[in-house]
């Protein structure tokens, strides 16, 4: 195995920020796509998932992975990047692990995850060459045993050696594996939805809702960004740059919620409420896990700002 040089290492390590990153939009973009990769510069998503798994038939795996080091080396933008290996219990999923890796993406995205064994054996095979606070995994969650598994998978994130970070949901996958009908109002799927929602919160995890294949149709994306926004989902997996502004329209907090955080925020910090665990505030009860909220969603909104 391939170690890489201490310097290079301790260099990423120092690069890395605790700060929030928003994952309002993450955009897949085939890695053996390369009309599309030339547009990343001038996209405004959050993140790019850069897929080796489905989106690259069988004859290009081969060839796409060969490209990511030219992708990285000329990272485009401010956005993060991820990539997407293939299984790896496929025949390509070992040597995808290993090249990626070495591009130092923003995260590896595991797809077909069925049990906690399935990302800590990923995080073993980095461990022979980056510490556990560089390459970070991603899950997708998007097979019936991924969802019997989805606590124990979750609880991973609490574990830093774990590497696991986010999981994404494969609504696609999903539909095809258990054979419930995609309607338009997801009523089969969101139960399932609701699950990931509870798991990724008390793994500490982050959570992307799943593609929306109509790519024409903005209104509904609309619709279902907004529903995924109130299902608690931190953001959504994108297809086609034309759904990047809804996306990040929906995940934002909006100027309303902006300015009651910010009243919350100033009401706690007036000498005659120091030392108060409830106030009232315009005529609402307000705790001091509201100020929590509050904070949290100010953080989300200068991030974004910036
Ligand atoms: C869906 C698409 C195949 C549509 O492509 P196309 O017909 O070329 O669209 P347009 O002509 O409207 O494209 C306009 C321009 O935009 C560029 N483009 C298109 N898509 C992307 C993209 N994803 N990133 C960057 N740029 C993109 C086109 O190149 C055009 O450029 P130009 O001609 O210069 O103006 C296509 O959008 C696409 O392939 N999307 C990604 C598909 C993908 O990655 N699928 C796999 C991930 S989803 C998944 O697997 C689900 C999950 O696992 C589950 O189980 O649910
Ligand atoms: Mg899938």
Known sequence: MVRLASARRRRHRSDMTQTYRPHRSVLYVPASNDKALAKLPGLTCDAVIID???????????????????????????????????????????????????CEP???????????????????????????????????????????????????????????????AGTNDLVKDTGIRATPDRRYLVPWLMQMVLAARAGGLDLIDGVFNDFRDSEALAREC??????????????????????????????????????????????????KGVIALNGKMVERLHLAQAEKLLAKAAAIGA
């Open 52 to 102: 080796l798994e489905d989106a690259v038939a069988p004859a290009d795996k081969i060839s796409a992975r060969e490209k990511l080091a030219g992708i990285f080396g000329d990272r485009p933008g401010r956005c993060e990047m991820i990539v997407r290996i293939n299984a790896l219990s496929s025949e390509w999923g070992a040597d995808d692990l290993l090249a990626v890796a070495k």
């Open 226 to 275: 907004a529903e995924a926004a109130a299902m608690g989902f931190d953001g959504k997996s994108v297809i086609h740059p034309a759904q990047i502004e809804a996306a990040n329209h929906a995940f934002a907090p909006s100027a309303e919620e902006v300015a009651e955080a910010r009243a919350v925020k100033d009401a706690f910090g007036l000498t005659e409420n120091a030392g």
């Open 106 to 168: 923003d995260g590896i995205l595991l797809p077909k995850v069925g049990t906690p064994r399935d990302i800590l054996e990923a995080g073993d095979v980095l461990d022979d060459n980056f510490a556990p606070d560089e390459v970070k995994l991603w899950a997708m969650i998007e097979t019936p045993k991924a969802l019997l598994n989805i606590g124990a998978i979750a609880e991973l994130g609490r574990d830093s050696a774990s590497r696991l970070v986010c999981f994404v």
